[in-house]
């Protein structure tokens, strides 16, 4: 059985054909958003009919978030951290954060929230792990906000007084939603110390949800890429406002050979690319030595406004700054588009 009919296994052929339901009428004075309308006449009339319907839907829905001031749609917050105080020179480094939220009232107190995972030997983690905020109202948007970075030290990370604490720092949510492209940069600090201990970068963004929700499985396989003994990975982004990514998916490693074939992953369309179409993610490769040491080896990035006009054969370019490891291309060696979802496998090639 080759890939496409893994990945059509996956979804089986009558994904989508679902029964559908009738929803209720919105009650007096509730505010719903746009529905996306029924697109089978327009697929009917071909790719080009289907995408100019989806922009079309994409703008109605843009122009309701602008009215509802963002405040009837879900948001996710993303981390990263830049410049982190190094936990000592024999410590391994593996940073991670935690998120507390604290309401308006004058009894109110920090609540953890959640905690990204750990990331080894970096100082400028991104983490995939994000978390969704509600923000429909001003009281929710006067919430505060605190993100605490530690490196790891020991196993049990709940338990944060076993872990060394880096530094943290404060704000408001809406800060983050009125600062340009609703990302804002924090300095942490440390009770105790007074050296620089590094940023946090807090990203908001917006996510378009589709009912029933749309999700799209990408495999990717390499006949050309070698990087001697060391074992490889990739890390798939979404884009951001202001030029920035959010990682949104981190594979496992593989053993290097002739061909390297990772796991299918399967994303619903608004963790990749926030539920619309034309939000570019990106797919950056890197390998791991012994030591843990990480080094990037190039990406390719797309669209799925892009993807799902292919077919198999189509060539995606792919860059990289390392000679020697630079493949021709990469090609969409399957292809396969259902209402309810989609697949798509990459190959690399000489």
């Not at 289907?50 to 109605?60: D, R, S």
Request: hydrophobic share 35%; charged share 30%; proline share 5%.
């Amino acid at each position: 059985m080759d890939g496409d009919d893994d990945l059509k296994k996956k979804f089986g052929d009558d994904a989508g054909n679902k029964r559908k339901v009738k929803k209720a009428p919105p009650k007096d004075g509730e505010i719903t958003a746009p529905m996306r309308p029924d697109l089978g006449s327009d697929r009917k009339q071909g790719a080009g009919a289907l995408q100019n319907a989806e922009k079309k839907f994409l703008k109605t829905w843009q122009s309701w978030v602008v009215e509802q001031k963002i405040a009837d749609v879900p948001l996710e917050l993303n981390l990263e951290g830049n410049n982190l105080a190094n936990a000592g020179l024999f410590k391994k480094k593996a940073p991670f954060a935690v998120v507390y939220l604290k309401g308006v009232a004058p009894n109110a107190e920090w609540e953890r929230f959640g905690d990204t995972e750990a990331i080894q030997n970096v100082l400028n983690p991104k983490f995939v792990a994000s978390f969704r905020m509600a923000c429909s109202s001003d009281e929710e948007r006067e919430q505060s906000l605190r993100v605490e970075f530690y490196n790891r030290a020991h196993k049990d990370k709940d338990d944060l007084s076993k872990q060394d604490f880096i530094g943290s720092a404060t704000c408001k949510l809406g800060e983050i939603l009125s600062a340009p492209g609703q990302t804002l940069q924090l300095e942490l600090k440390h009770p105790s110390k007074s050296n620089f201990r590094g940023n946090a970068t807090v990203f908001i963004d917006t996510l378009l949800t589709r009912d029933p929700p749309f999700e799209i499985a990408l495999c990717v396989k390499s006949e050309a890429l070698s990087t001697e003994k060391k074992k490889s990975y990739f890390v798939i982004s979404r884009a951001l406002r202001k030029g920035n990514w959010t990682p949104v998916y981190m594979s496992e490693t593989a053993k290097q050979g002739a061909s390297i074939s990772w796991e299918p992953i399967t994303l619903a369309q608004e963790r990749l690319t926030a539920g619309a179409d034309d939000r570019a993610f990106r797919i950056e490769f890197y390998t791991k030595s012994m030591l843990g040491q990480h080094e990037y080896i190039g990406s390719f990035s797309t669209k799925y406004e892009s993807l799902k006009g292919m077919k198999a054969g189509n060539k995606l370019p792919f860059s990289s700054t390392k000679e020697g490891l630079i493949p021709g291309g990469i090609i969409v060696t399957a292809a396969n588009v259902q209402p309810a979802s989609a697949s798509f496998e990459f190959t690399f090639v000489e």
